[in-house]
């Protein structure tokens, strides 16, 4: 059995291309709407995992399902999850490979690097009073409560969930300040929001092209707006790969 930590679409798409190659798969997913996209593959050989694991949890869930190897495709910025996983792999022996979608360049000259989310909120705050955010609803509170945005009116691109929008309202965004959408997000679609809302500054990830940040970056330069990257953290992996055939090249060679 294979674990795929499968919490983006690079992981969905991994976990159906080792079912296609005939292995049995573990996939650990962070949503419901995760669980339903994964469940779509409907295939015997899959089990889903939808519980969260800190590194105990993990390990106890590969000794009790006799999992064999660890496939890391987790979101770029899940930090704690390839953390526990390499952990929990190094205790039990098993090999671990972490994939990793390529980062978008960042060519537009608006741009400024940070590499936090307080460090963000402090950097769009010297920018503008409009904050358009494109980084998702996990990290949403770390905005709604951070001290230099008080003033400033955060739009929240989220996904169109009743989770999502839920956690939205609790932290006080109103329906104004919410756009419920999935992508992907064309340049001109992003243009197009980006200027409905009259955003003065974005903060996003690089989340690489699967993640939609070259689009966001070629709107936000076609309207001249500055934009606040988090940047990717750095972890030192067992081993990485940047593409599906070299994942799939490592669990051949281990089987």
């Known amino acids: 059995m294979i674990f795929v930590a499968a919490g983006t679409q690079d992981g969905r798409e991994l976990t159906a291309l080792l079912l296609q190659k005939g292995y049995a798969v573990t996939a650990s997913v962070v949503s419901h709407y995760g669980e339903q996209l994964l469940a779509a593959s409907g295939s015997g050989r899959l089990v889903i995992n939808e519980e969260p694991l800190d590194e105990e949890g993990l ?63 402090k950097e769009a705050a010297a920018r503008g ?46 329906p104004r300040q919410i756009v419920a959408l999935q992508g992907p997000f064309s340049t001109e679609l992003n243009r197009e929001l980006f200027k409905k809302y ?24 076609a309207l001249d707006l500055p934009v606040i990257v988090i940047d990717r953290p750095v972890l030192q992996y067992d081993h990485l790969a940047h593409t599906y055939d070299d994942v799939l090249l490592f669990v051949e060679e281990y089987f």
């Open 129 to 174: 009073r409009t904050i358009f955010l494109t980084t998702g609803s996990r990290n949403l509170q770390r905005f709604t409560t951070a001290d230099p945005l008080q003033s400033c009116t955060i739009i929240a691109r989220v996904l169109p969930t009743a989770e999502v929008l839920a956690l939205c309202e609790q932290l006080g965004l109103t």
């Open 198 to 221: 009259h955003a003065d500054v974005i903060i996003t990830k690089n989340s690489g092209t699967i993640g939609g940040t070259d689009t966001k970056l070629a709107a936000a330069a």
């Open 59 to 121: 390990s106890a869930y590969m000794k009790d399902h006799d999992i064999r190897l660890f496939v890391d495709a987790s979101h770029p910025y899940a930090v704690h999850v390839s953390e526990n996983a390499m952990s929990a792999c190094h205790k039990l022996g098993i090999p671990y490979i972490r994939y990793e979608r390529s980062l978008t360049e960042l060519s537009y000259e608006d741009i400024v690097v940070v590499h936090s989310y307080e460090e963000a909120a």
